[in-house]
């Protein structure tokens, strides 16, 4: 049986996140497999994947601080906001100083109001937008709030009559950065799309703790998975609790209320096992997820 906890990959370009997901399933010999916060295609770097039991862990791992190192070409823009989709001629970008891009994403910067892409996952009366968009019809999508803490750019260079900025992004969950790179070109003027995206970090896994598919493929079956209990403490806040607390939490009990978070708590038996994950409502914490048979 495969071990419960989380799997940390490179996640390569050309592949969706359910094709790494696919993939873990037939290496880890499992169907329990799924990933927390997707990439596109074109994207690479750090996808957070859960086996067995960490499966239930994904759905509250909001992972809600995220870094990318993403290429923005300025001169042109692209129906999906990447290199992927149909390139539209802009206007021509290559003069454009350093200090006005800089500028340009300084103003996406902090608590903004973002369009997200028309080519995204987002449902709409029930369909995907990108399907909705591949028909024909694309849905205006309404703006949502994020927050981009960092909107950094490192350096610029032609491309003919374009301009590349190499940028790297901290940003909320939720954030996308083809939606930066196409907001920053019509702010400027000219178009703007991604040519290069790889998120850096997710929450607390980085790309120090990533496999690549090829690694996972030699290392099996000995994947280096984050046990279960390790990978709790580090995503979320933790409660040590004491063994009448474990033993009624394991089976379905509430517990007294610390009043000292709002979101998911990860509570531990005496012993370090992880018991449940919980959360305070009412002066009372009960369980969203039972770890424990």
Avoid: N
Avoid at 6 to 29: E, F, I, Q
Avoid at 134 to 150: I, K, Y
Avoid at 190 to 216: C, F, I, K, N, W
Avoid at 263 to 281: M, N, S
């Amino acid at each position: 049986m495969a071990p419960s906890g989380l799997l940390v990959v490179d996640k390569p370009g050309g592949m969706t996140s359910h094709d790494v997901v696919a993939r873990v399933r037939r290496l880890a010999a499992t169907r329990r497999v799924g990933h927390a916060g997707t990439l596109d295609p074109m994207a690479t770097g750090v996808l957070v994947i859960g086996l067995e039991k960490a499966t239930r862990l994904l759905g509250h791992l909001t992972l809600s601080d995220k870094e990318y190192q993403a290429t923005v070409r300025l001169g042109a823009s692209s129906d999906t906001g990447d290199a992927e989709g149909t390139i539209v001629p802009g206007a021509p970008a290559a003069g454009l100083s350093i200090d006005a891009v800089r500028a340009a994403a300084a103003a996406l910067t902090g608590p903004i109001q973002q369009v997200p892409p028309a080519v995204s996952a987002i449902k709409v009366g029930g369909k995907r937008s990108y399907q909705l968009a591949r028909e024909g019809t694309p849905p205006e999508l309404p703006p949502r709030p994020v927050t981009v803490w960092s909107f950094t750019v490192h350096e610029v260079r032609p491309a003919g009559e374009r301009l590349d900025a190499d940028v790297t992004v901290r940003c909320s969950s939720g954030t996308y950065i083809r939606a930066l790179a196409r907001d920053m070109g019509q702010a400027l003027g000219v178009g703007g799309y991604l040519t290069m995206l790889r998120r850096t970090r997710s929450g607390p896994y980085d790309l120090s703790q990533a496999h690549t598919l090829d690694e996972l493929e030699r290392r099996q079956p000995e994947l280096p998975v984050l046990p279960l209990a390790a990978a709790a403490a580090a995503a979320f806040p933790a409660r040590q609790l004491t063994e009448p607390e474990a033993r009624s939490l394991a089976h379905g009990g509430r517990l007294a209320g610390l009043g000292q978070h709002t979101g998911p708590v990860a509570a531990f038996g005496p012993g370090g096992t992880l018991i449940a994950l919980i959360q305070e409502q009412d002066g009372q914490a009960r369980s969203l997820a039972v770890f424990v048979p």
